[in-house]
């Protein structure tokens, strides 16, 4: 999606060469009118899939869960990557590791909030190796929910975890997909 593209390339950060910083509008400060153009894309790329849930994994997934799950008119529900006390009840759950932070998550979700036949999509910010995104998939199957596709909006093409994800049968829709990025710039999937 070029309005996404655009924004990555004036607002974007590349950081190593493996870190993309979009802190500015995608997952610190967020551009709410931006998200919810965004949400409209997806609404289109996903018609027809009879879609009754969004699900995410906290934090940064929240926000383009909530502009994906009021465009279509869905709940939004996110994993939590630590069972609180306020989370007390019979749970799904995954381990999952976090490329961001290096380290892993146990993240779950009540069990009153994904039910058997939920049709599901899957939202995040970023796809890079696929992790948050296998063990979102491992909870819905748990729970005999059916994973309709992911929505993510940068998906890192050089770290493979999107091309295994739809070698699995799984529609993934990234809006950017990165081929290489490095201090020379960003180069998209066309």
Same mark, same amino acid.
């Given at each position: 999606?070029?309005?996404?593209?655009?924004?990555?390339? !004036?607002?974007?950060?590349?950081?190593?060469?493996?870190?993309?910083?979009?802190? +500015?509008?995608?997952?610190?400060?967020?551009?709410? #009118?931006?998200?919810?153009?965004?949400?409209?894309?997806?609404? +289109? %790329?996903?018609?027809?899939?009879?879609?009754?849930?969004?699900? *995410?994994?906290?934090? !940064?997934?929240? #926000?383009?869960?909530?502009?994906?799950? %009021?465009?279509?008119?869905?709940?939004?529900?996110?994993?939590?990557?630590?069972?609180?006390? +306020?989370?007390?009840?019979?749970?799904?759950? !995954?381990?999952?590791?976090?490329? *961001?932070?290096?380290?892993?998550? +146990?993240?779950?979700?009540?069990?009153?909030?994904?039910?058997?036949? &939920?049709?599901?999509?899957?939202?995040?910010?970023?796809?890079?190796?696929?992790?948050?995104?296998?063990?979102?998939?491992?909870?819905?199957?748990?729970?005999?929910?059916?994973?309709?596709?992911?929505?993510?909006?940068?998906?890192?093409?050089?770290?493979?975890?999107? &091309?295994?994800? %739809?070698?699995?049968?799984?529609?993934?829709?990234?809006? #950017?997909?990165?081929?290489?990025?490095? !201090?020379?710039?960003?180069?998209?999937?066309?």
């Amino acid at each position: 999606m070029k309005l996404l593209e655009d924004r990555i390339l !004036s607002d974007g950060e590349v950081i190593g060469g493996k870190i993309l910083k979009v802190s +500015n509008f995608l997952n610190h400060q967020i551009d709410v #009118a931006f998200l919810d153009q965004l949400a409209q894309e997806w609404k +289109n %790329r996903f018609s027809g899939s009879k879609i009754t849930k969004v699900l *995410t994994i906290e934090s !940064s997934g929240i #926000a383009i869960g909530a502009s994906l799950a %009021r465009a279509l008119e869905v709940p939004l529900v996110f994993a939590k990557k630590h069972q609180s006390s +306020n989370v007390n009840e019979e749970v799904y759950s !995954s381990k999952i590791y976090s490329f *961001t932070h290096d380290q892993y998550y +146990n993240v779950v979700v009540s069990k009153k909030y994904i039910l058997p036949g &939920d049709k599901i999509l899957l939202a995040d910010d970023f796809l890079a190796n696929g992790n948050a995104l296998k063990g979102l998939i491992e909870i819905c199957k748990g729970a005999g929910a059916e994973v309709v596709g992911a929505a993510c909006a940068i998906e890192k093409g050089f770290q493979n975890g999107g &091309d295994q994800l %739809r070698k699995a049968g799984i529609k993934v829709e990234s809006l #950017a997909i990165i081929e290489k990025m490095d !201090s020379n710039g960003i180069e998209f999937r066309k």
